[in-house]
C-alpha cells in the first residue's frame, strides 16, 4: 500500500481511463442475440440395408455414427438449404444494409447466403446424436427465424435423399 501511495493519481487515471473505454464500448456495440435449435438425429429406415430379393433381415449400413452425423451436418449447411434461407426471407430482411447497398458485379444473395453461413454454427453435440444450431444476428426475431426456417428446409432435404422417390412424391 506505500508503494502504491504515492503513484496514487496515476493507478486512478489508468483505472479511470480503462472503465471509460468500457462504458463507451458497451453502449455502442451492437447487440448480437443468438438462436439455437437441437435436432435429435434417430438412426431409422434410411440406414438400413434391405435385401430387393427378399432374402430376409437387414442391417445398419457399415458406417460409424460419426460419418453418419457429419453427412446430416453437411445437408444442413449445404448451399442449397442456405439459400433457401435467403430466398425465403429476403436479403432486406436478413442484411438490410446489404440490400440497400448492393457491391457491383456480385449477386446480393450469393453475398447474403455467405454472411448467413459464416454467422451459422452447426456441430454435433459430445457424446450424443444431437446436432446443434446457432445463428447470430443483431435482431432477435431474424435470428430465430432464420434457425427454424433452416431446421424446415434441413427436415425437407434429408427426406429428399434418404426418402424413396414413391414415397415423398
Known amino acids: 500500500s506505500r508503494a502504491l501511495w504515492p503513484r496514487r493519481l496515476m493507478v486512478a487515471s489508468i483505472f479511470g481511463a480503462v472503465m471509460l473505454a468500457v462504458g463507451l464500448f458497451t453502449a455502442l456495440a ?23 430379393v427378399g432374402g430376409g433381415g437387414g442391417g445398419i449400413v457399415p458406417r460409424g455414427r460419426e460419418t453418419l452425423i457429419n453427412s446430416e451436418i453437411q445437408i444442413l449447411r449445404s448451399a442449397e438449404v442456405v439459400k433457401g434461407v435467403v430466398e425465403t426471407m429476403g436479403v432486406e430482411t436478413l442484411y438490410p444494409q446489404l440490400a440497400l447497398e448492393p457491391p457491383p458485379g456480385q449477386p446480393v444473395e ?22 446443434q444450431v446457432s445463428r447470430r444476428h443483431a435482431d432477435p426475431q431474424v435470428t430465430a427465424r432464420a434457425v427454424n426456417l433452416l431446421v424446415d428446409l434441413f427436415k425437407e432435404k434429408h427426406l429428399e435423399a434418404f426418402g424413396e422417390p414413391q414415397a415423398t412424391a
Open 30 to 52: 451492437t447487440p448480437m442475440y443468438e438462436a439455437t435449435s437441437l435436432l435429435l438425429i434417430k438412426f431409422g429406415r434410411e440406414y438400413v440395408y434391405q435385401d430387393d
Open 110 to 131: 450469393a453475398i447474403a447466403a455467405a454472411r448467413v453461413l459464416a454467422n451459422l454454427q452447426v456441430r454435433q453435440v459430445q457424446d450424443a446424436d444431437v446436432i
